[in-house]
């Protein structure tokens, strides 16, 4: 496997992950559609401007098996990096976020300008709250987030 750049071409797989219930389940439902191909572009743009890191898993197979994504935001009058992950049903189970989010952990280490990163997996969301075990997150909380205008319950991580 394989992690590269965010590309104009990817809508569809984004629309794979980010419209279908199921994907979405933890994350307060599907996003309308005709929402997706704007996402891909701002996300684009932020990998070009180096805003942030959106990364495409990408199989041996050169399949698309999700996305993996680290960016900064403040929280609280302070700069948090953050990371999440989707991974498409047809590569679940196989230990590809795991995979992924390890490898983007290891970017950041060499990078050296992330600081802690932070994970928000939701409460229920068994596979994501696995990751961030595997990987030595450390769990803080439960508290609530916002995510594209919903308030989640989620469970906060932290790796240094």
């Not at 989707?86 to 600081?115: F, I, K, N, S, Y």
Request: net charge negative.
């Amino acid at each position: 496997m394989r992690l590269r750049d965010v590309e104009l071409g990817d809508v569809e797989v984004y629309t794979r992950m980010r419209c279908d219930p199921l994907m979405m389940a933890e994350l307060g439902g599907p996003l309308p559609a005709e929402t997706i191909p704007d996402k891909v572009a701002r996300d684009v743009e932020t990998v070009a401007a180096n805003e942030g890191w959106i990364k495409m898993i990408v199989t041996d197979g050169d399949e698309v098996a999700g996305s993996v994504v680290l960016w900064s935001h403040e929280e609280d009058g302070r700069l948090m990096s953050e990371m999440g992950w989707m991974v498409l049903p047809e590569h679940q189970g196989r230990g590809v976020a795991t995979w992924a989010a390890g490898a983007l952990l290891a970017l950041a280490r060499e990078d050296g300008r992330w600081g802690p990163v932070h994970a928000f997996p939701g409460v229920g969301n068994a596979a994501s709250n696995g990751v961030c075990r595997r990987l030595g997150f450390r769990l803080l909380e439960q508290c609530d987030v916002s995510f594209v205008g919903r308030t989640l319950r989620t469970n906060h991580w932290v790796v240094d």
